[in-house]
């Protein structure tokens, strides 16, 4: 499979980082292409909410065309699975990576069509996140609209690595890179 990661970080070389380079080592050592897109590297500009998209069948169509966003569903659209990973920043995304994930809503046309159209169907999307506090009432916050977005997409849930308590990348332990590995295989399994 061709994989493309996602790291959703500000910071490029920071907990998430770490965790996704061991997963996406894993998933290269198993025989699968990986491609990773930085979003700290990429200018993307917020939805309009203009709906343009929505008369556009076979392509995300989106009326923003004045930034990454386009290019970067270039190398989505083929490619399999599909891993966000990121921090979580105040219970969410960091704001840089929502802006990427609030354009995803133009790969589902609902409006106009006798059934929608998702452009992601069956896709595998997984999501791997970092903190630095507990999972519960915490990180747990983060998974219901990853999953929501998921079903929106009409994609198919990989799986989630989640890493709570994280202090720096070099205290992060050998049982979370054996986690992260098993995670990479369960991504394409
Ligand atoms: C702006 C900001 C907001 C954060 N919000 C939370 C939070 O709500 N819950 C939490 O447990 N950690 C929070 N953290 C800590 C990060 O999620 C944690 O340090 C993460 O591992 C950082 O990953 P990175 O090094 O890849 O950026 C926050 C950090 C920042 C900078």
């Known amino acids: 499979m061709n994989a493309v990661t996602i790291l959703g970080s500000p910071r490029k070389d920071g907990n998430t980082a770490r965790v996704l380079g061991w997963v996406e080592d894993e998933l290269r050592t198993g025989?699968?292409?990986v491609?990773?897109?930085?979003i700290a590297d990429h200018r993307i500009e917020g939805c309009r909410g203009c709906y343009t998209c929505q008369g556009v069948e076979d392509d995300p169509g989106c009326a923003e065309t004045d930034d990454d966003a386009g290019m970067l569903f270039k190398k989505l659209l083929p490619s399999e699975p599909i891993l966000i990973a990121t921090p979580l920043f105040v219970w969410g995304y960091p704001g840089q990576l929502k802006l990427f994930l609030d354009r995803w809503f133009c790969l589902v046309k609902f409006h106009g069509f006798s059934e929608p159209i998702s452009l992601a169907r069956g896709k595998r999307i997984g999501l791997l996140v970092t903190a630095a506090g507990e999972r519960r009432?915490?990180?747990?916050?983060?998974l219901p609209p990853f999953r929501e977005?998921?079903?929106f997409l009409m994609a198919r849930n990989a799986g989630e690595?989640?890493?709570?308590?994280?202090t720096t990348p070099d205290a992060l332990g050998k049982d979370v890179e054996t986690r992260a590995r098993e995670f990479a295989r369960e991504l394409v399994g």
Do not use: A, K, Q, S
Request: aromatic residues 0%.
């Open 31 to 33: 025989g699968h292409g």
């Open 35 to 38: 491609e990773r897109i930085t």
């Open 137 to 142: 009432g915490n990180v747990d916050l983060l």
């Open 149 to 151: 977005m998921v079903n």
């Open 161 to 166: 690595l989640v890493i709570p308590r994280c």
